[in-house]
């Protein structure tokens, strides 16, 4: 695969010792992005690079001078208080500051000195929401969440005629996106029982996660143009793992005619880490349709899309309650999924957004729609693990779920293996549900 | 009405002598508030008010230091780029710095040689988007509009049974927002005949504007809290006119179930001017629910809100095509309407956005929705007066139109009128249909 360099080569070890022990998040192939500052500080953020356990601080690394050319220009924008300078700037700069990078930090680098003076401890930092998301778009990519999904607010018609067809996305509040770490009053609304006449008010009762992606756009386009789908993949920037917290009880109510609102907008949750595209290389997957499923138009289909436009990230999420704090117990898992079920791809994602001019600006965000893989279990959601809330789920510790309770944490991890290549990582997204105010 | 104070009263004359002539839209009682600079010039753009055919550089203004308190604060904010850090500052700002302009530009006043410094003439000034639109949420709160496009997208079911208790809303796109003067190519797309097997994909053939007006955000909320009804106006810095292009094809293929995106997020126009919700005090009026209808849950209830929540801000709609232009005649009017239709009001839109905890950011921007009126005649979209484009329309020149043709351009106009003060208006917003790319 064309895609793979020296920076995939699973032979590399870093003179950071904690990048080459079995099992990390990041090791010297992977090289996410974050902005983050020391903990409790005044400091402003400015973006790093995570290595093992520690952060490489670019703001330290711009300084020393110690790149050239685009790797240094990258590192430049890469220390700014926001990643959308550095995500503004284009692939060709990203790839050479992710080499450059690598390069200082593989055993036996002349730049081991200065990158030692760069690196904090990820313990003693904290992170921001990595850049400004001026648009934040929400794909529904699993047909195997909007089937499952579609049953329990349309029996009759779960999965519409258009969703083989149209990559569907609708958007999404930027504001109440938050980092890792986010916690958030349980949201109140409107809600109405099937057989009552009018609605009432009050706490939602169906609060759920949902499992998804966040795919950072970098490089954007001018209104009135479109990425073509060979180009689409030279725009990501990279990944995260996002939750997309979501009222159930809204959204039955409000979602007709014109999509969800209040069910979704009280807050969203991101990764810090964002793992590049170009660190996903050896993890890509074919991208398949079934003969006998309608095909693309011809505007969503390539060769290369095909060959590899699908990414094998494995994603998981854990559910750590109050009781479980308390007794010291570690979190239960709900279920484990990859987004290479996603029926579309992130190429097909941007340049169906793009298809009517509409245009991403750098820093831009579209959420993968909760990835749920094809069986029961692998479900990304409580609404669908639960079946529409109508059986209960029992946690390792015995505790029973159908919906989040006041004090549940959520926690999703994700991560990608391939034979021949290093595990690497995403860290975790995590939040908390606060009581209603 | 004690919304009412000394800026409104009708007998204040100003020393720019085109603030005087009637009919005009901005006079002395109006005072508008841009982002403007030069035309052609590679000045910032900075904040500016409008007085007859001038405007009033508030960076000059502000630089001559001749306000005090608030009103100096408030007017060293509005000379920044983006109205954003004015909008922030809230009500009191506002109004001291309304009060102060209002004086200096008063027959006699003793700044007038400093305001006459700060003069530019419209006709010589280019507008940009008056602030950092953070985020967009399009409300839907006219029942006519409502009734008759749900009537012609379902019509077994126009009006769905949420309508008349939730005030639907949904997110819009902020990138694409542009400035009046706007022109965009024709968007491409997904469509699907009723009787095709299958979609096919080419430029949209039944493009359409929607008539509407803009409410921007001041200072905002923190997540988590709640606007109530009661405070919910006092966020509100004021209105524009807005037309929200929608793609009427497109948007039937693809808005379920998630709501309404490609069809409108190729582009989306705001007026320069932004009324302030000040200056817009005389033309309040009671909203009412007749009886017989669901009464407001009791978050969306005041007894300020039934008084004097409502707004007569009356629109029109012309449009402009390339033989009009060719052939030297004026645009031909296509429909009028008012905002006093509105289901819901301004304070409902706002409370009900933050009821779940969802936080506002100065300079978000909420529409209203399309502002049909009760009869046929005032539809704001072409979707309505062409019944769904099983009508032609004969425009003033003899040609016809169901929807919008390459070359058009969609004029929109709003003012305020009522007895015992002057005419109000809001300049005017235009758009042009480009050909598809």
């Known amino acids: 695969m064309s895609l793979i360099n020296e920076t995939h080569d699973v032979n590399l070890k870093s003179w950071v010792a904690s990048a080459n022990v079995a099992g990390t998040d990041f090791p010297i192939q992977n090289l996410p992005f974050a902005a983050f500052r020391r903990k409790n500080s005044a400091d402003a953020f400015r973006g790093g690079v995570a290595i093992g356990d520690q952060v490489v601080d670019l703001k330290v690394v711009a300084e020393a001078n110690i790149f050239s050319g685009d790797a240094q220009h990258a590192a430049e924008a890469g220390a700014e208080e926001k990643l959308n300078t550095l995500m503004g700037l284009g692939n060709a700069y990203w790839s050479a500051l992710r080499l450059a990078v690598s390069k200082a930090l593989r055993e036996g680098s002349e730049h081991q000195s200065v990158l030692e003076s760069a690196l904090v401890a990820q313990d003693d930092v904290e992170y921001s929401v ?10 529904y990519t699993s047909i195997y969440h909007a089937t499952a999904v579609g049953r329990l607010f349309r029996p009759d018609n779960p999965l519409l005629p258009n969703y083989k067809w149209v990559p569907i996305g609708y958007h999404g509040r930027s504001s109440s996106i938050g980092v890792s770490g986010q916690s958030f009053p349980r949201p109140k609304g409107q809600t109405k029982a099937p057989d009552a006449t009018a609605p009432s008010f009050g706490p939602c009762k169906r609060l759920d996660y949902e499992l998804e992606l966040g795919i950072y756009l970098g490089n954007g386009n001018a209104l009135g143009d479109t990425i073509s789908i060979e180009d689409a993949e030279g725009h990501v920037f990279g990944f995260c793992l996002f939750n997309d917290w979501s009222a159930r009880d809204l959204q039955a109510w409000e979602y007709q005619p014109l999509g969800p609102f209040l069910a979704k907008n009280f807050a969203s949750t991101v990764s810090p880490w964002i793992v590049t595209t170009e660190a996903l290389a050896p993890y890509r997957a074919q991208w398949h349709r079934d003969a006998e499923e309608p095909q693309p138009l011809e505007y969503l289909e390539s060769a290369h899309n095909r060959e590899a436009g699908a990414f094998d990230i494995q994603m998981s999420v854990l559910l750590e309650s109050e009781k479980m704090r308390a007794d010291n117990q570690p979190a239960a898992k709900l279920s484990e999924s990859s987004f290479r079920h996603s029926y579309w791809t992130v190429a097909q994602m941007v340049t169906h957004h793009t298809v009517n001019g509409c245009n991403f600006q750098p820093g831009d ?3 993968s729609g909760t990835q749920s893989g094809p069986e029961h279990e692998e479900a990304g959601s409580l609404l669908e693990l639960s079946r529409g809330g ?3 789920i ?10 989040l309770e006041d004090g549940d944490k959520v926690i999703m991890n994700g991560w990608c293996e391939a034979e021949g290549y290093n595990r690497i990582g995403f860290g975790s997204v995590e939040g908390t549900v606060l009581p209603a105010k």
């Open 130 to 139: 990595p850049c400004h998301i001026g648009d934040y778009t929400d794909f």
């Open 365 to 367: 965000m579209l959420g």
């Open 390 to 392: 109508k059986e209960t």
């Open 394 to 403: 029992t946690l390792a510790n015995g505790e029973e779920r159908k919906f």
